[in-house]
């Protein structure tokens, strides 16, 4: 397959000067040589198949990437420990999440994460598993914040909720979902209530208990597809 990299600047029909970071990594670590193919993508939904001339790459085609999903997927996480989170962000970013919420929910016990972490976690992940554009992480929301966001931008809503009777699959994917899964502590049956009266619908992921990261992966890839 060949190497792709993401570039901040938008790519223009001649091609872009590359960063030197890039151009590094090209030259020093992959040891590429001009004439050599690879494809720059710039968010924009469009790869562009580029050669590589030892200082810059030129582009010879521009293509939609048709990799992205036409369902786009919220995942509306409680904010975890730093490694389980960056895991998600990891993770999530591979199965085709198309933005993440951090949430701050009543028994979160971590309340903020890092932001610029986050960006390069997803940035390398799009990278690597083809995504044409870059998932947006918001800012922390508390859980109001979070159920208003679902409501503006009309997004069906799907909490995991380890109690209900309904599983997964049984859910009718829709064009835009969010995604709401709980801190390690789990939500709280008031937090339950609020959604469902956003009208949420509550699905469970099976019998067992899952840790939170597992959850929101298991649940993301479900809805995803
Ligand atoms: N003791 C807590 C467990 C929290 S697990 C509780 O009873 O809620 C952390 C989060 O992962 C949960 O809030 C839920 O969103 C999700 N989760 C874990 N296992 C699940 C399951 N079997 N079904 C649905 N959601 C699950």
Redesign the pocket.
């Known amino acids: 397959m060949m190497q792709r990299f993401y570039i901040e600047k938008e790519i223009g029909p001649s091609g872009v000067t590359l960063p030197k970071e890039i151009l590094h990594q090209m030259k020093s670590v992959l040891r590429m040589k001009p004439g050599e193919k690879i494809i720059l993508f710039d968010g924009s939904g469009y790869d562009f198949i580029s050669e590589f001339d030892g200082e810059g790459a030129k582009v010879v085609e521009k293509v939609l990437n048709r990799r992205e999903s036409e369902r786009k997927i919220y995942l509306f996480q409680s904010v975890l420990k730093k490694d389980n989170m960056e895991w998600i962000f990891q993770k999530g970013t591979e199965l085709g999440i198309f933005e993440f919420v951090p949430v701050l929910s009543a028994r979160s016990i971590k309340k903020d994460f890092n932001e610029a972490r986050a960006n390069k976690i997803i940035k390398e992940a799009a990278e690597q598993s083809g995504r044409g554009i870059l998932p947006k992480v918001h800012e922390v929301m508390d859980f109001k914040k979070a159920l208003e966001f679902v409501q503006e931008e009309r997004l069906s809503g799907v909490?995991?909720?380890?109690n209900?009777k309904k599983h997964i699959s049984e859910t009718l994917k829709e064009s835009k979902m969010a995604l709401?899964?709980?801190?390690?502590?789990?939500?709280t049956e008031e937090e339950i209530s609020e959604t469902k009266e956003h009208g949420f619908k509550a699905?469970?992921?099976?019998?067992?208990?899952?840790?939170?990261e597992t959850?929101a992966i298991v649940a993301s890839a479900f809805l995803v597809s």
Request: proline share 8%; net charge neutral; charged share 15%.
């Open positions: 909490i995991a909720d380890p209900s709401f899964v709980g801190p390690e502590g789990g939500f699905v469970s992921l099976g019998k067992l208990q899952l840790r939170a959850a």
